[in-house]
């Protein structure tokens, strides 16, 4: 009986120390930034961290190293035909849903048609495509391309690049009218090797999907398992990142369900869902979310003005919205002053709110400003007799202005500014960039439309 006992206890502590190990698995990817790129001579990137915090939570040390960096088509063709094997970021499509596992998302994908702005290409659907003339660049294999076939694009019309940068080339050169590709990756390229990415836009959209780590269809079930498991605990563990504001209606407010809202708020909940990203909204008074801002990792401010004394102090994001600076009265004050160079103006009492750009921009011309804790005061201030005249943002005055319907007059729009997301320095360069393109994604859908309508500016106000 003891013999048997012990030839079980042997028999299972073989098998405990038989369980298969990540680094059994052959990691492949490409140059696909901000998710997977080569830098310094190491691979870095979203997917590469990501990797890298799932291997720790097993006990493992991802050696990045041993991650194979090959061409989009032949790390596609090897995960497809031999077991253990994990392509990434690999989108993960109806089409390709049956030939591997997955384990993901690491984050979502927009694959568009890039043109050359100068060009003035519209697209407004593939038949639209097939009827033209246009050319466009694919890479072999990739989720593009795929597209492309699926939609039934004319093979005629495709020509294939050696790999990114060179499709990137071909666009720029005007060897072809179109690229396929995802639109994030190509417009970090443009940043990273020198191309104004003004110079490009995306001008018609082949899917938006999520980008995962895809393995062969014959990796052990146990380890696959395992490693989707391990990644579902290394997203779980990323950085929450803090996103602070103020109330700053239209931009950003909290609505009847006590919930951070208004069009700047909208764009950056769409951004960071597709990013992938833990977030916590909270509504600060303006003074300490700025300074939180800067102390802080992990924590970004918006919506700020992207001054130039702020300028080092942190990473900007954006631009989220746009915005207009004005002088108000209330109506019946008979006070008429059409800019800041009027004298008169400096006989009056001005009212703006601490650490506001717009207070900080009259305050540096030598004019004298009482502030107020947060901008709503103001309008109370100025009922109340105790400010003449109130510098703000136009639309702020005009959504303050109608909740509490008082009468008030713009005496005159002295500067027009963009809003931005302002984050701490030690922001991640790979995040960063995510949320940039992302953002400049919302703008071009129009995310947050409805709630930019109520702050647009209506002539006369």
């Known amino acids: ?48 961290d990501l990797l890298e915090r799932a291997f720790a939570f097993e006990g493992e040390l991802l050696k990045r190293e041993a991650i194979e960096s090959l061409p989009w088509a032949r790390g596609y063709e090897t995960v ?26 690491i984050s979502s994908d927009r694959v568009v048609l890039m043109a050359r702005r100068d060009n003035n290409i519209e697209i407004d659907s593939i038949e639209q495509l097939n009827e033209s003339d246009l050319n466009v660049a694919v890479i072999l294999e990739d989720i593009g391309a795929q597209r492309l076939q699926e939609l039934g694009v004319n093979p005629d019309r495709i020509h294939t690049a050696i790999n990114n940068a060179s499709a990137l080339a071909m666009l720029n ?15 970090w390229l443009m940043d990273t090797r ?16 999520y980008l995962y780590f895809a393995l062969n269809k014959d990796t052990d079930p146990e380890l696959v398992e395992r490693f989707h498991k391990a990644v579902e605990s290394a997203k779980a563990e990323l950085p929450r990142v803090r996103l602070l504001t103020e109330e700053y209606p ?20 769409w951004v960071v869902e597709r990013a992938g990203l833990e977030t916590e909204f909270q509504l600060l008074p303006w003074a300490r979310a700025l300074t939180e801002a800067q102390l802080r990792e992990n924590t970004c401010v918006y919506s700020t003005t992207r001054t130039a004394e702020r300028e080092t102090l942190f990473n900007w994001i954006g631009p989220l919205v746009n915005n207009q600076w004005g002088a108000f009265s209330l109506s019946d004050s008979g006070i008429d002053i059409k800019s800041l160079d009027d004298n008169k103006l400096s006989e009056l009492r001005l009212g703006s709110f601490r650490e506001d750009a717009v207070g900080q921009y ?32 136009v639309p702020v005055a005009r959504f ?5 319907q008082v009468d008030i007059n713009k005496l005159f729009v002295f500067n027009e500014v963009s809003l931005y997301l302002a984050c701490h320095n030690d922001l991640s360069p790979n995040i960063k960039q995510l949320m940039q393109t992302l953002v400049e994604q919302a703008n071009e859908l129009g995310i947050g439309q409805l709630e930019r309508l109520q702050g647009e500016v209506i002539e006369g106000f």
Do not use: H
């Open 250 to 269: 239209p931009f950003n407010y909290l609505n009847e369900q006590q919930e951070v809202s208004g069009s700047a708020t909208e764009i950056l909940r």
């Open 173 to 187: 050169a005007n060897r072809v009218d179109l690229w396929a590709y995802g639109e994030d990756v190509a417009f």
């Open 80 to 105: 497809m035909n031999m077991p253990n094997t994990v392509l990434f970021s690999t989108t993960r499509t109806e089409a390709r849903e049956t030939l591997f596992e997955w384990v993901g998302p």
């Open 400 to 404: 303050f202005a109608e909740q509490a």
């Open 194 to 209: 020198g191309y104004n990415r003004q110079e490009f836009e995306p001008v018609y959209t082949l899917s938006e999907a």
């Open 1 to 48: 009986m003891r013999i048997t006992l012990f030839c079980i206890l042997i028999s299972l502590s073989v098998w405990v120390g038989a369980q298969p190990k990540f680094s059994q698995l052959r990691f492949i990817t490409e140059e696909y930034p901000p998710y997977n790129y080569t830098e310094n001579s190491q691979l870095e990137g979203i997917a590469i």
């Open 362 to 393: 009259v305050q540096a011309l030598g004019y004298e400003l009482i502030l107020a804790t947060t901008d709503r005061e103001n309008l109370d201030r100025l009922q109340a007799g105790l400010i003449d005249v109130w510098i703000t943002s």
